[in-house]
């Protein structure tokens, strides 16, 4: 039995932001902050510079680092791309911070493949579509799948296989553990407790006049690698959305239209298996570099069809092209947002309206049952029987085939 449980954690999350924002900082310190580190890059890491630590603290030690405000509108845009690609690999998705999210994708393995498949692929597709690392453990308890990431630091990846979980878990220092900082570190060194394993060998009662009844057994459940609580998700309901890398890029509108097609199906099928839906529709071009243009028009009414949002989509693209003319497009992404879970509509009159757009009018009613037909079809078949358009291909392949030719 595989272990389900991923922890992904973003490699230095600011500071490889601000890396990827600013190519010429790449490969260079880069300390993220005014008076205070706030993040530091892994050049800087190498010079023991830490957050929270003072920047002239810093700077004494790392001399060569370059100190930069921050974009913190950019780290909230890029994670909650980071967080799309996770929503794809499952929908028991628990993020925990701006960077980093536990995930079970124990009930979509017999569709993804196995548990370190889904990470290679979740790896993947944040380097190529964010240009972002990120690390991943993945473990039977979120406890040591948490551990395991941090072990797989920076841009990797770590298994703790079934019946191994304490041979991985025991020769780790005690400061690996939960709930220990520096003073419970320095009691548990008085007591010569240095790793984990020796931590776990000692008897519960030994520990708790320095501990705590409390603290002494959270640790000690720790340490055996007992942690029942299960992933949690759900917890970002703010938006749904999904975006595809180009490799290479396209510059025909017709082709990019397909990648919004594309798109807008993936979306508007997680919205309804999840019985949501909602009324702004945000779509994203990237460009060659870090530059990304954004184009958003909320709706009168909310919607979870896949044909309204491949309309507006098309639109947004189009309005999001105009200043850039005949450039290359490297990555298309949409989202929805504005949920809600209320999918009762409103008949609205003229009933012979033909606006998809308007989800009480008789066209879009009509196109929302032939959704849902389709949507109980692939779930029976498998989603690659029956697609809207062009949108049933392989776009991850067809896509970045066909930019490498061009």
Same mark, same amino acid.
């Given at each position: 039995?595989?272990?389900?449980i991923?922890?992904?954690d973003l490699?230095? *999350?600011?500071?490889?932001?601000?890396?990827?924002l600013?190519?010429?900082l790449r490969?260079?310190?880069?300390l993220?902050?005014? @008076?205070?580190?706030?993040?530091?890059?892994?050049?800087?890491?190498q010079?023991?510079v830490?957050?929270?630590?003072?920047?002239?603290?810093?700077?004494?030690?790392?001399?060569?680092?370059?100190?930069?405000?921050?974009?913190?509108?950019?780290y909230?845009?890029?994670s909650?791309?980071?967080? +799309?690609?996770?929503?794809? $690999?499952?929908p028991?998705?628990e993020?925990?911070?701006?960077?980093?999210?536990?995930?079970?994708?124990?009930? %979509? %393995?017999?569709?993804?493949?196995?548990?370190?498949?889904?990470?290679?692929e979740?790896?993947?597709?944040?380097?190529?579509?964010?240009?972002?690392?990120?690390?991943?453990g993945i473990?039977s308890t979120?406890?040591?799948s948490?551990?395991?990431? $941090?072990?797989?630091k920076p841009?990797?990846l770590?298994?703790?296989?079934?019946g191994?979980e304490?041979d991985f878990?025991?020769?780790?220092?005690?400061?690996?553990?939960w709930?220990?900082?520096?003073?419970?570190? $320095?009691?548990?060194?008085n007591?010569?407790?240095?790793?984990?394993?020796?931590?776990?060998?000692?008897?519960g009662?030994?520990?708790?006049p320095q501990?705590g009844?409390?603290?002494?057994?959270?640790?000690?459940a720790l340490?055996?690698?007992?942690?029942?609580?299960?992933?949690?998700?759900?917890?970002?309901a703010g938006s749904?959305?999904?975006?595809?890398?180009?490799?290479?890029?396209?510059?025909?509108?017709e082709?990019m239209?397909?990648?919004?097609?594309?798109?807008a199906d993936?979306?508007g099928r997680r919205?309804?298996a999840k019985?949501?839906?909602?009324?702004?529709?945000t779509?994203?071009?990237?460009?060659?570099?870090?530059?990304?243009?954004?184009?958003?028009h909320?709706?009168?009414?909310?919607t979870?069809?896949? +044909? +309204?949002l491949?309309?507006? @989509?098309?639109?947004?693209?189009?309005r999001a092209?105009?200043?850039?003319?005949?450039? %290359?497009?490297?990555?298309?992404?949409i989202s929805?947002?504005?949920l809600? %879970?209320?999918?009762?509509?409103?008949?609205?009159?003229?009933?012979?309206?033909?606006?998809?757009?308007?989800?009480?009018?008789?066209?879009?009613?009509?196109?929302s049952?032939?959704?849902?037909?389709?949507?109980?079809?692939?779930?029976?078949?498998?989603?690659a029987?029956l697609? *809207?358009?062009? +949108?049933?291909?392989?776009?991850?392949?067809d *896509?970045?085939k066909?930019?490498?030719?061009?």
């Amino acid at each position: 039995m595989e272990p389900t449980i991923l922890h992904a954690d973003l490699d230095a *999350f600011y500071a490889s932001v601000e890396q990827l924002l600013d190519p010429s900082l790449r490969g260079k310190p880069v300390l993220v902050g005014g @008076g205070v580190v706030v993040a530091a890059s892994y050049e800087a890491r190498q010079f023991g510079v830490r957050a929270p630590m003072g920047v002239r603290d810093a700077l004494a030690i790392c001399p060569g680092a370059v100190v930069v405000d921050g974009h913190f509108d950019r780290y909230l845009e890029l994670s909650d791309q980071v967080m +799309a690609i996770l929503d794809d $690999a499952t929908p028991i998705v628990e993020q925990i911070s701006v960077d980093e999210a536990f995930l079970d994708v124990g009930g %979509t %393995t017999h569709l993804l493949g196995t548990p370190r498949k889904i990470a290679r692929e979740i790896r993947r597709r944040v380097r190529d579509e964010v240009g972002l690392p990120i690390s991943i453990g993945i473990a039977s308890t979120k406890f040591l799948s948490k551990i395991a990431s $941090a072990r797989a630091k920076p841009d990797g990846l770590v298994v703790v296989e079934h019946g191994e979980e304490l041979d991985f878990l025991h020769p780790l220092p005690v400061q690996a553990l939960w709930g220990v900082g520096k003073v419970t570190t $320095a009691r548990l060194h008085n007591l010569g407790i240095k790793t984990i394993g020796e931590l776990a060998s000692i008897p519960g009662p030994a520990l708790v006049p320095q501990l705590g009844p409390g603290s002494s057994a959270a640790l000690r459940a720790l340490a055996w690698n007992r942690d029942p609580r299960p992933v949690t998700g759900g917890r970002r309901a703010g938006s749904v959305g999904s975006q595809q890398a180009l490799g290479r890029g396209l510059s025909d509108r017709e082709e990019m239209a397909v990648v919004v097609l594309g798109l807008a199906d993936r979306v508007g099928r997680r919205l309804r298996a999840k019985g949501r839906a909602g009324s702004t529709l945000t779509v994203r071009v990237r460009f060659p570099g870090p530059r990304s243009v954004t184009r958003s028009h909320t709706l009168r009414s909310h919607t979870g069809s896949t +044909a +309204a949002l491949a309309n507006l @989509g098309a639109v947004l693209l189009d309005r999001a092209l105009t200043d850039n003319p005949g450039e %290359t497009v490297t990555l298309i992404g949409i989202s929805v947002s504005n949920l809600t %879970t209320d999918r009762n509509i409103q008949l609205e009159f003229p009933l012979d309206d033909e606006d998809v757009l308007r989800s009480g009018s008789l066209e879009a009613i009509k196109r929302s049952r032939l959704e849902d037909s389709v949507d109980e079809v692939r779930e029976k078949y498998g989603k690659a029987l029956l697609s *809207f358009g062009t +949108a049933g291909r392989d776009l991850n392949d067809d *896509f970045r085939k066909l930019a490498e030719r061009s």
